[in-house]
């Protein structure tokens, strides 16, 4: 029996909110498992899940998102779509991208970054758009962060499919994020100081604005940005306010200590 038979192999899982079609869960299992057929690693557990948006004047209101424990390592993709069907195609075409790009580094952990992957915005889940008054923060997450150099908080991005990556820089000790810029690559700015030049990254030599979480909020609104990176004003720590798709906000905070 071969190594492909007998390797440990989760079962996908699907969640499903809203009018689903019945078909769609089975579709998933089958694609995404077509993907992780190809791995050569225990996959501890995968969980799926679809969403179709009630709401008839958003454009991609059928949502799809995967999250993979590859023997430990999570991978993350998530899409949107017209159709149900369309995103889990698109789902399988971007988890499939994301496991390539993190056994490309695996093998390859010293050379350079390569363009972003699945980058652009024309597969996200669009925002809901709610008036500034009504937004609110939602959720707050305060952990301790992963103290990791540059390339290493890229690549965790990656995997995870996240728009930015709020770290602890191993070099520096401050506390960094790393995006994909709007032209194409990925930038990098740090609290306090600017960052040390990173082969692969364009570092921000603009200094990090000092702000209130309030004063973070109308810099968010009035920049049409995804999210703003800010020193708190309170505690000097790096924080990001972000928008979420719901059209409210979230804040990630480093834990004390």
């Known amino acids: 029996m071969s190594s492909l038979q007998t390797r440990p192999r989760a079962e996908v899982l699907v969640e499903t909110r809203g009018a689903v079609t019945a078909g769609a869960p089975q579709y998933a299992r089958e694609k995404v498992a077509a993907v992780l057929e190809r791995l050569e690693g225990p996959v501890l557990a995968v969980r799926v899940r679809l969403v179709q948006e009630a709401n008839r004047s958003v454009a991609r209101p059928s949502l799809a998102q995967v999250v993979v424990d590859l023997n430990g390592r999570p991978v993350r993709a998530h899409v949107a779509a017209e159709t149900m069907r369309e995103a889990v195609d698109l789902l399988q075409d971007r988890l499939a991208s994301r496991l390539a790009r993190l056994r490309h580094h695996r093998q390859h952990a010293r050379e350079p970054l390569g363009r972003p992957v699945g980058g652009g915005g024309e597969h996200r889940p669009e925002r809901r758009v709610r008036p500034p008054e009504e937004r609110q923060v939602v959720r707050h997450k305060s952990y301790g962060l992963a103290r990791c150099t540059p390339l290493a908080a890229v690549r965790e991005l990656e995997a995870m499919d996240y728009d930015f990556h709020l770290f602890t820089d191993a070099g ?49 609104d009035l920049s049409g940005l995804p999210f703003v990176f800010f020193t708190d004003a309170a505690t000097g720590r790096g924080h990001v306010l972000y928008h979420r798709y719901d059209g409210h906000y979230g804040l990630i905070t480093p834990a004390a200590g």
């Open 172 to 220: 520096s000790g401050r506390e960094s994020v790393v995006y994909r810029g709007t032209a194409g690559g990925y930038r990098l700015a740090s609290a306090g100081a600017p960052p040390a030049p990173v082969p692969g990254l364009v570092a921000s030599r603009l200094g990090v604005p000092v702000l209130t979480p309030a004063q973070a909020r109308g810099r968010l």
